[in-house]
C-alpha cells in the first residue's frame, strides 16, 4: 500500500502527516521560518502520493517533493467528498475545505460547526445534507495583539506572551493583563457565540475545534466540543482517497 504524505502550509506555519493503511503515522509541525522538511520526505518515495494545501506564498517545500510523480494540489481536485455551496471557491482557503471534509468524514449526515484557531480564527459550516455552506473569519490572536501595538500610540505588543497562556482573568489588573483579557476572552466569548448561534439551527450540531492554537481554549470553552488537531490533514488524506477512487473507476 503507498504512503500518502499530507501537506498543509499555512500563513505562519507548516504541517505535514503521513498516512499508511488509512493509518495517522507521523506528524511534523514547523514555523515557516525555520520549514525544513528534508528528513521527514526520506519516509515516501516515488511511488506514494502527496497532497498539498497552500494557502501562504511559502514555496520552499517544492524542492523536496520534486521526485515525487504523484503529487496533487488540493485546490486542482474538482471532486470533492462533500458538496459545496460557496459563491466565490476560488478565494476558499484549501484549509477550511479540508477540516470540513475530515469532520464530515467523522460524523456524516450531522450539521458541524469547524472552529479552526490559527493565524485567523475561521468558523466553517456543514449541513446535515453533506454541504459546505460557509462561514466566518475573524483575527487570531497574534493579529489582534500587533493590531493593537501597531494602531494605537502606548499600548506595548504582548504576543511572545500568547504562547504559553492558558486562562486570563477577565478584569485585567493591569495593561498587559487588560490586553490579554481583550484578546483571550473576546475570542472565547465569540467561539461560545457562534457555537450558540448553530445551535439555535440544530440542536445537535458537532462542533470541532482544531488549529496551531486550539488548546487554548480546550478547557474554557463551556459548549461540549470535539478536539481534532489533525482536522485539515484527515480532510487532504480523504479527499486524495476520494479523487483517487474517483480516477480508478473511470478508468
Request: aromatic share 10%; charged share 10%; hydrophobic share 40%.
Given at each position: 500500500m503507498a504512503l500518502i504524505l499530507t501537506i498543509d502550509i499555512g500563513n505562519s506555519a507548516t504541517k505535514l502527516a503521513l498516512f499508511k493503511n488509512e493509518e495517522l503515522v507521523n506528524t511534523v509541525?514547523?514555523?515557516?521560518?525555520?520549514?525544513?522538511?528534508?528528513?521527514?520526505?526520506?519516509?515516501?518515495?516515488?511511488?506514494?502520493?502527496?497532497?498539498?494545501?497552500?494557502?501562504?506564498?511559502?514555496?520552499?517545500?517544492?524542492?523536496f517533493i520534486s521526485n515525487i510523480k504523484s503529487v496533487y494540489h488540493f485546490n486542482s481536485i474538482s471532486n470533492f467528498p462533500i458538496n459545496v455551496n460557496?459563491?466565490?471557491?476560488?478565494?476558499?482557503?484549501?484549509?477550511?475545505?479540508?477540516?470540513?471534509?475530515?469532520?464530515?468524514?467523522?460524523?456524516?449526515?450531522?450539521?458541524?460547526?469547524?472552529?479552526?484557531?490559527?493565524?485567523?480564527?475561521t468558523y466553517d459550516?456543514?449541513?446535515?445534507?453533506?454541504?459546505?455552506?460557509?462561514?466566518?473569519?475573524?483575527?487570531?490572536?497574534?493579529?489582534?495583539?500587533k493590531a493593537l501595538n501597531v494602531f494605537t500610540g502606548k499600548l506595548p505588543d504582548v504576543s511572545q506572551l500568547l504562547a504559553n497562556l492558558k486562562e486570563?482573568?477577565?478584569?485585567?489588573?493591569?495593561?498587559?493583563?487588560?490586553?490579554?483579557?481583550?484578546?483571550?476572552n473576546s475570542i472565547r466569548f465569540e467561539i461560545e457565540g457562534y457555537i450558540n448561534y448553530y445551535k439555535t439551527i440544530d440542536p445537535n450540531v458537532k462542533v470541532f475545534l482544531t488549529g496551531g492554537q486550539a488548546e487554548l481554549f480546550v478547557q474554557t470553552i463551556k459548549n461540549t466540543i470535539f478536539v481534532d488537531l489533525n482536522l485539515v490533514m484527515k480532510g487532504l488524506h480523504i479527499t486524495l482517497q476520494h479523487h483517487l477512487k474517483s480516477e480508478a473507476q473511470l478508468s
Open positions: 509541525f514547523q514555523e515557516n521560518d525555520f520549514f525544513d522538511i528534508a528528513q521527514f520526505v526520506t519516509y515516501i518515495d516515488s511511488s506514494d502520493y502527496v497532497i498539498l494545501s497552500n494557502v501562504s506564498s511559502n514555496n520552499t517545500v517544492f524542492d460557496y459563491k466565490t471557491p476560488n478565494l476558499l482557503g484549501s484549509d477550511r475545505l479540508a477540516a470540513a471534509i475530515g469532520a464530515h468524514h467523522i460524523y456524516p449526515n450531522c450539521s458541524i460547526l469547524i472552529i479552526d484557531v490559527g493565524t485567523c480564527i459550516f456543514v449541513s446535515r445534507s453533506n454541504t459546505f455552506e460557509g462561514g466566518a473569519i475573524s483575527p487570531g490572536l497574534h493579529l489582534r495583539a486570563v482573568s477577565i478584569t485585567g489588573n493591569s495593561t498587559i493583563n487588560s490586553i490579554l483579557s481583550g484578546i483571550i
